[in-house]
């Protein structure tokens, strides 16, 4: 079974700035993506940024990027320029490649992007 | 598209009550997802749902829960009887038809509060 670890229930950064956060993985299998979701105060579930397990680059998307380390089984977001529109519940993410499409969500992190 | 529609959106009762949460997914989906978040776990799948057929109902955490996808457009997770701890918010969630990768599209899901 796949299991998600996100080790920072909580974090608080000034605006402009730039944040990590972090997530681990355990898994057997060797084709999949990884994934984060923002969810904001609205409880929307946004797609932020996903990775395919097999490509070696780092999906990039705006000011989101990813570092992903595939024998580590790690996979953080680094959030650059950091807005107030950024503050929400980031939940980092696994789903296997081919599968059903089921999703298994780590606990998440709160981020607050302080004025 | 309107994307998926659960209702209610807020859904107060008392204990012992038997509650209903309704989805509608995405015209042309065939997977059918529906996920429980709360402080404590984060979010959990609780039963997915591929061609109206229940494919793992494993995360359903007692008989109490039960859902049902009598047609391609429409699904239920109804609980009977509702307890204090099953207060969360209830989420449903599509994707275009399983293996192909599709992403998951959520609904704005059900907060749940009995009392």
């Known amino acids: 079974a796949q299991t998600v670890t996100q080790s920072q229930p909580e974090m608080s950064v000034q605006e402009a700035e730039t944040v990590t956060l972090s997530c681990t993985y355990d898994?057997?299998?060797?084709?999949?993506?990884l994934f984060w979701y923002k969810q904001p105060p609205s409880r929307q579930m946004i797609l932020v940024i996903r990775?395919?397990?097999?490509?070696?680059q780092n999906a990039t998307e705006n000011r989101f990027s990813v570092n992903f380390q595939k024998a580590a089984k790690s996979f953080s977001l680094k959030i650059s320029d950091s807005q107030l529109g950024d503050t929400a519940m980031y939940f980092c993410a696994f789903m296997k490649r081919g599968g059903d499409d089921k999703i298994i969500f780590g606990k998440g992190t709160r981020l607050h992007i302080l004025p | 598209d309107a994307g998926v529609i659960q209702s209610p959106r807020h859904e107060v009762t008392e204990m012992g009550q038997e509650v209903t949460l309704r989805c509608k997914p995405i015209s042309g989906h065939n997977s059918l997802f529906w996920y429980r978040q709360t402080m404590m776990r984060g979010l959990e799948l609780l039963i997915y749902?591929?061609?109206?057929?229940?494919?793992?109902d494993s995360g359903m955490p007692e008989d109490r829960f039960s859902a049902k996808m009598p047609n391609a457009s429409f699904s239920t997770l109804k609980i009977q009887p509702s307890e204090p701890r099953d207060s969360a918010v209830y989420f449903c969630?599509?994707?275009?038809?399983?293996?192909?990768?599709?992403?998951?599209?959520f609904g704005n899901g059900t907060r749940l509060t009995v009392t």
């Open positions: 969630a599509s994707s275009l038809r399983a293996g192909l990768d599709s992403p998951l599209h």
């Open positions: 990775q395919e397990a097999y490509k070696q």
């Open positions: 898994t057997s299998e060797s084709n999949y993506y």
């Open positions: 749902f591929n061609n109206n057929v229940p494919i793992d």
